[in-house]
T-cell receptor, first 111, second 114 residues
């Protein structure tokens, strides 16, 4: 199956700074890469996604980049706010339509 | 839109008994439903993928006879943990997907086996 690695496991930033989380995947045929935000005790929520035919996608303060050759993708959050504090998961979907998740990054935004 | 419910939200059962968890897509028809297991402060581990009307596809290491999955309709999938043991205690989350891309998660079920 697919193997997704995610770094860092924890990240603390000052409010207003940027946060970057990186993931790598092993299956070159994977074609869809979503990012989820999970607050304590709640379900994961999709915050942004990217398909394999696109290199970059942006939605307000959130952006995702994909390097298919290197098999890695990254989440960028600019102008971080305290409410951005949560656990973030990357995921990769393989051609069998199965999703494999990274190990998660606990982001803390310090006011 | 795109709401997924899960029932029960938490359950406590005795070792050796079976527990059924329901996952419903409330306002859309899901071609595929996924079942995940999440340990405290850890990631979501895919257990199985189910498509309506067909047998579930289990991930390596997941016992299909222990974790029975039924996807009877486009809006309902069930996970039955049979002969539960304390090591089965975990947080189980389902998700539903249309066309295999965006998936919508249920709120999860906290299972405690005593």
């Amino acid at each position: 199956g697919e193997n997704v690695e995610q770094h860092p496991s924890t990240l603390s930033v000052q409010e207003g700074d940027s946060a970057v989380i990186k993931c790598t995947y092993s299956d070159s045929a994977s074609n869809y890469f979503p990012w989820y935000k999970q607050e304590l005790g709640k379900r994961p929520q999709l915050i942004i996604d990217i398909r394999s035919n696109v290199g970059e996608k942006k939605d307000q303060r959130i952006a995702v980049t994909l390097n298919k050759t290197a098999k890695h993708f990254s989440l960028h959050i600019t102008e971080t706010q305290p409410e951005d504090s949560a656990v973030y998961f990357c995921a990769a979907r393989n051609t069998g339509n199965q999703f494999y998740f990274g190990t998660g990054t606990s982001l803390t935004v310090i006011p | 839109g795109a709401v997924v419910s899960q029932h029960p939200s938490w359950v406590i059962c005795k070792s050796g008994t079976s527990v059924k968890i329901e996952c419903r897509s409330l306002d859309f028809q899901a071609t595929t439903m996924f079942w995940y297991r999440q340990f405290p402060k850890q990631s979501l581990m895919l257990m199985a993928t189910s498509n309506e009307g067909s047998k579930a596809t289990y991930e390596q290491g997941v016992e299909k006879d222990k974790f029975l999955i039924n996807h009877a309709s486009l809006t309902l999938s069930t996970l039955t943990v049979t002969s539960a043991h304390p090591e089965d205690s975990s947080f189980y989350i389902c998700s539903a997907s249309v066309a295999g891309y965006e998936q919508y998660f249920g709120p999860g079920t906290r299972l405690t086996v005593t």
